[in-house]
T-cell receptor
Framework: NAGVMQNPRHLVRRRGQEARLRCSPM?????VYWYRQLPEEGLKFMVY????????ESGMPKERFSAEFPKEGPSILRIQQVVRGDSAAYFC?????????????FGEGSWLTVV | KQEVTQIPAALSVPEGENLVLNCSFT??????LQWFRQDPGKGLTSLLL?????REQTSGRLNASLDKSSGRSTLYIAASQPGDSATFLC??????????????FGKGTKLSVIP
């Protein structure tokens, strides 16, 4: 059973370009979370999705950021018109459900550098 | 708003020592608490999960305790090894409304075990 798979692992974008980060959850997991880790800061919640639904996007910046988890295929975190402040590690996590005993498993992260 | 604090921010110990990492949280209405390990440039590896109704969990040389009423958790590492060198993160899961559950992370304790 493969873990949470993220790609690309490293991404370099020029200011103003778009960044697309992909996440395939663990097999059997229908709950996906995106977190951002800025240098010298803790991980911050961005968005929580279930298949075809955004459940909670309270941590997502209102502009330029969007996320989806289609019926088929990976979850996508999309950042439009990137700026230097978007440089961070973006982590995807998945779980089989929301019960208290359900562990949340994280991927290896996608490191975005905006130049 | 839930806040999670980890003390100390960094810790250096000689190989073989037992050590304790601390985590405190401000809102005791948590669903569960998870301890993770993060190696530089890598993702998060789940170590232990304690449900809100539990007091402790053990895995190998690791023991985590939870005192929900006082908002504290500790991670005890026995007989530390150089391979334990990493950043240890504490995260509490809470229900944030509308069917959403969020993890709130501390900034971590960076552990160095000296051979």
């Amino acid at each position: 059973n493969a873990g949470v798979m993220q790609n690309p692992r490293h991404l370099v974008r020029r200011r103003g370009q778009e960044a697309r980060l992909r996440c395939s959850p663990m097999k059997g997991h229908s709950h996906v979370y995106w977190y951002r880790q800025l240098p010298e800061e803790g991980l911050k919640f961005m968005v929580y999705l279930q298949k075809e639904n955004i459940i909670d996007e309270s941590g997502m910046p209102k502009e330029r950021f969007s996320a989806e988890f289609p019926k088929e295929g990976p979850s996508i975190l999309r950042i439009q018109q990137v700026v230097r402040g978007d440089s961070a590690a973006y982590f995807c996590a998945s779980s089989p459900g929301t019960a208290p005993g359900n562990t949340i498993y994280f991927g290896e992260g996608s490191w975005l550098t905006v130049v | 708003k839930q806040e999670v604090t980890q003390i100390p921010a960094a810790l250096s110990v000689p190989e073989g020592e037992n050590l304790v990492l601390n985590c405190s949280f401000t809102d005791s209405a948590i669903y569960n608490l998870q301890w993770f390990r993060q190696d530089p440039g890598k993702g998060l590896t789940s170590l232990l999960l304690i449900q809100s109704s539990q007091r402790e969990q053990t895995s190998g040389r690791l023991n985590a305790s939870l005192d929900k009423s006082s908002g504290r958790s500790t991670l005890y590492i026995a007989a530390s090894q150089p391979g334990d060198s990493a950043t240890f993160l504490c995260a509490v899961k809470r229900y944030s409304g509308a069917g959403s559950y969020q993890l709130t992370f501390g900034k971590g304790t960076k552990l160095s075990v000296i051979p």
